[in-house]
């Protein structure tokens, strides 16, 4: 009994070992087991830049959009016009209508004839033969002045004055003063810079402006005795320039009919309004009797005919 359970065991150790044998010769004869496929390689990203990176390369460009960027530092970044890097990216330099775009002075050709430094956008400066360009965005009624109302100025270009952007001239850098401390702003009180010849000024203007060209008036002034001397020049000379007033708007009709029949004319008996009574070399008016004394005149020589 011993013996066959012994031979049994013997008997189930061979046919495992053929079975182990067979599997072996089997696998050998299909070929080595094939290596499972590798994952396919994942894209990198390109990393997304930020302004902190450019300024590590680009030094001025950020730089000058922090001293003058205007809305190019306070509404976009670097990427919303710089969009992208190479070598990835290869045109990097937008266009301006790439965001500006509704107006008219947007299809100008050439924005960097003006606009040099787009970093800098509002630092303008053009040739002196510029006007077009400026009309597209100044047209609230300055060129207008200038064409309706002429004057040497209508023949100039804007940028013969304003030759870099918002800046406005010196009227003395190219007038000469009419007295020596005079400023910009004292001529401004007249005058226009795009209607200089349409005179006008307010009844607040000092009677020493009006003396820088009217000498002669204004030391008569000053001399008198009379009540005129208190005035000032636009108390009577009012709003416009060269309007001579009439005696009769602050005096009325202080002397009869009969009176201003024979002397029709104030300037008879009291000379000028600037120096009253003041007759050259004494001289007393004309006579009630003959108020046309003053005045002679040559009747025509006639010509005598000749003799045959």
């Known amino acids: 009994m011993k013996k066959c359970s012994m031979s049994?065991?013997?008997?189930?150790?061979?046919?495992?070992?053929?079975?182990?044998?067979?599997?072996?010769?089997?696998?050998?004869?299909?070929?080595?087991?094939?290596?499972?496929?590798?994952?396919?390689p994942v894209a990198a990203s390109a990393p997304k830049?930020?302004?902190?990176?450019?300024?590590?390369?680009?030094?001025?460009?950020?730089?000058?959009?922090?001293?003058?960027?205007?809305?190019?530092?306070?509404?976009?970044?670097?990427?919303?016009?710089?969009?992208?890097?190479?070598?990835?990216?290869?045109?990097?330099?937008?266009?301006?209508?790439?965001?500006?775009?509704?107006?008219?002075?947007?299809?100008?050709?050439?924005?960097?004839?003006?606009?040099?430094?787009?970093?800098?956008?509002?630092?303008?400066t053009f040739g002196n033969k510029v006007t077009d360009a400026c009309i597209t965005c100044h047209a609230t009624g300055q060129i207008d002045k200038l064409r309706d109302n002429k004057s040497k100025h209508s023949a100039l270009y804007c940028s013969t004055c304003h030759d870099v952007h918002g800046k406005i001239p010196n009227c003395t850098q190219c007038h000469k003063a009419h007295f020596a401390e005079q400023t910009t702003a004292d001529c401004k009180k007249c005058h226009q810079a795009h209607m200089p010849k349409n005179v006008t000024y307010s009844d607040k203007l000092p009677s020493k402006d009006c003396a820088a060209c009217h000498k002669k008036a204004y030391d008569q002034l000053t001399a008198s005795t009379f009540k005129h001397k208190t005035l000032t020049c636009v108390a009577c000379h009012q709003a416009?320039?060269?309007?001579?007033?009439?005696?009769?708007?602050?005096?009325?009709?202080?002397?009869?009919?009969?009176?201003?029949?024979?002397?029709?004319?104030?300037?008879?008996?009291h000379s000028i309004a600037h120096d009253l009574n003041g007759f050259k070399d004494g001289a007393a008016p004309a006579s009630a009797a003959s108020p046309a004394a003053a005045v002679t005149t040559t009747a025509p020589v006639k010509k005598q005919p000749k003799k045959k």
């Open 240 to 269: 416009k320039h060269k309007m001579i007033p009439q005696c009769q708007s602050c005096h009325g009709t202080p002397h009869p009919a009969a009176m201003l029949s024979k002397f029709p004319k104030c300037g008879f008996c």
């Open 8 to 40: 049994k065991r013997v008997w189930i150790a061979l046919l495992a070992g053929l079975t182990l044998l067979s599997v072996q010769t089997m696998a050998g004869a299909a070929g080595p087991a094939a290596a499972p496929a590798p994952n396919p």
């Open 49 to 124: 830049l930020l302004t902190a990176d450019c300024a590590k390369c680009h030094s001025k460009a950020p730089a000058d959009i922090a001293a003058a960027g205007s809305k190019h530092k306070t509404e976009i970044s670097c990427q919303d016009c710089h969009n992208g890097h190479p070598p990835t990216t290869r045109k990097i330099i937008p266009l301006c209508s790439q965001c500006h775009e509704g107006k008219p002075h947007y299809k100008l050709d050439a924005c960097q004839g003006c606009h040099s430094n787009p970093h800098t956008p509002l630092k303008i």
